[in-house]
């Protein structure tokens, strides 16, 4: 399959039609003008800084406009994108640069001291700071006036080029850059259009960052195919984001943290978010209570699945299954193939058994950057191997359980945390869990609850365990409770369980 540049598509078709507005700078483009914009960057970076197809440019920044148009940028040119993740500490970002090594970077203006940094240590001349010129640093503005204005189109591009490249977190070891062809982002938006019914006269919300799959692709690429309008938050921001649900805004995903935090808004309760047509979450398991709490408003998240390997959705609920049946995820979307095998024999399980979830189809990636073992062990027979425990049901829907590598065995029985972590969240006073395995002289591993508990909220270890006690099998109980003022998360939303293993997974 071929793709096209369906920027400069949109731009054609719909001119005039609004595309993107940027609610931190205020700009507001149009199809007509964003495709302007991209293409005199592309036209920068071809003919000024002489970028070559298939070489990397860094780019360190918050969500903007600008980031849209870099990324568009490349595409146009072949130059591949590496979208680094701002929350990393400088000896990380090396890591990343390191391995795609880019010949360029540009970063947002709070980023400079990073971005220089990161310049100078890997002998990258060029380099570019969003806005305006400071010192030696090319500035972005004046780029984009000092070019031509002529379009550059995208030819169309193979299913399996390079876009761009997105890092894994590196939560399990060494970050991955996982590659982002044309194909998939082509297929995850048709998918998106098919499973939200996504479609021109919608308004998106964007509040994920760039860096991340979710950001890009759920679902800012998918309205830029549909000929959508996408509105930008530079970052997430709780009293924003209520504000914005409540304007003209159309279509919200999210991950389960941020429906949290909107949940404990004092505006909550009195907010009318009947504007907002289609609610979407994925990224981590979401507590069955807090999605009961927004059906008690009328509004139905219908929860996903989807890695950064599979670009990224492969589940997406419809309305009245999200209704029906609080935590699945539904059956798997039109372009992707699913099944469940055993852990051990990888033979295809029947329903309602647990194992590990298998995924093939045309968004899948096609590999690691740079890192062929990775890919190869990554799969089998051309399956993807996820990674994550899940199981379906007679109808065919199925559910996630948990990672693999945070499930634990304690006294022989496996003990999936999302499990008990979803009975933590129905527990009065408790605003955010998390459980891991700790070692156990008597059972090998048991359970430990970390416990954030709503301000003013009063609650005992004792009592905490008491109602575990009345609703899990004896086995799943967490013997330990710690309490914390917040649990560490990375910049998806999940809870970062490697960190709270490292400081609370000795021997209790």
Known sequence: M????????????????????????????????????????????????????????????????????????????????????????????????????????????????????????????????????????????????????????????????????????????????VIQTFGMAFTNAVNGMLAAGLRREDTL???????????????????????????????????????????????????????????????????????????????APIPKNLLEKYLAKNVTICFGFGMTETGPTVFLTDEATARKKLGTVGKPVMYVDARIVDSRTRQTLGANQRGELMLRGPGITPGYWNNAAATAAAFEDGWLCSGDIAYCDEDGDYYIVDRSKDMYISGGENVYPAEVENVLFQIEGVAEAAVIGVPDAKWGEVGKAIIVLKPGAAQSAEGVLAQCKARLAGFKVPRHVVFLPALPRNAAGKVEKPRLRSQFGGMA
Request: with cysteine.
């Open 2 to 177: 071929l793709i096209p540049d369906w920027l400069a598509k949109q731009a054609q078709q719909f001119p005039d039609k609004r595309a993107l507005v940027d609610s931190f700078s205020a700009r507001i483009l149009s199809y007509a003008e964003l495709d302007e914009r991209a293409s005199r960057c592309a036209e920068f970076l071809r003919d000024g800084w002489g970028i070559k197809p298939g070489e990397r440019i860094a780019v360190l920044a918050h969500n903007s406009s600008e980031y849209v148009e870099l990324l568009y940028a490349c595409g146009k040119i072949g130059a591949l994108m590496v979208c680094l993740n701002w929350r990393l500490s400088v000896d990380e970002l090396r890591g990343i640069v390191a391995d795609a090594q880019p010949c360029a970077i540009i970063f947002g203006g709070e980023f400079e001291q990073t971005g220089m940094t990161l310049a100078s240590g890997f002998d990258m001349k060029r380099r570019m700071v969003l806005g305006a010129a400071r010192d030696a640093v090319a500035g972005y503005e004046a780029s984009l006036a000092a070019s031509s204005g002529a379009g550059v189109v995208m030819p169309w591009r193979g299913h399996d080029e390079t876009w761009y490249l997105l890092y894994t977190s590196g939560t399990t070891g060494k970050p991955k850059g």
């Open 205 to 283: 919300l964007s509040v994920l960052p760039y860096f991340h799959t979710g950001g890009l692709n759920l679902y800012l690429n998918p309205m830029l195919m549909c000929a959508g309008t996408t509105v930008i938050m530079r970052q997430f921001d709780v009293d924003k984001t209520m504000e914005l649900l409540q304007g003209g805004v159309t279509v919200m995903f999210g991950v389960p943290a941020i429906y949290l935090f909107l949940s404990q808004h004092p505006g909550f309760d009195a907010a009318d978010f009947s504007r907002v047509r289609s609610w979407a979450c994925g990224g």
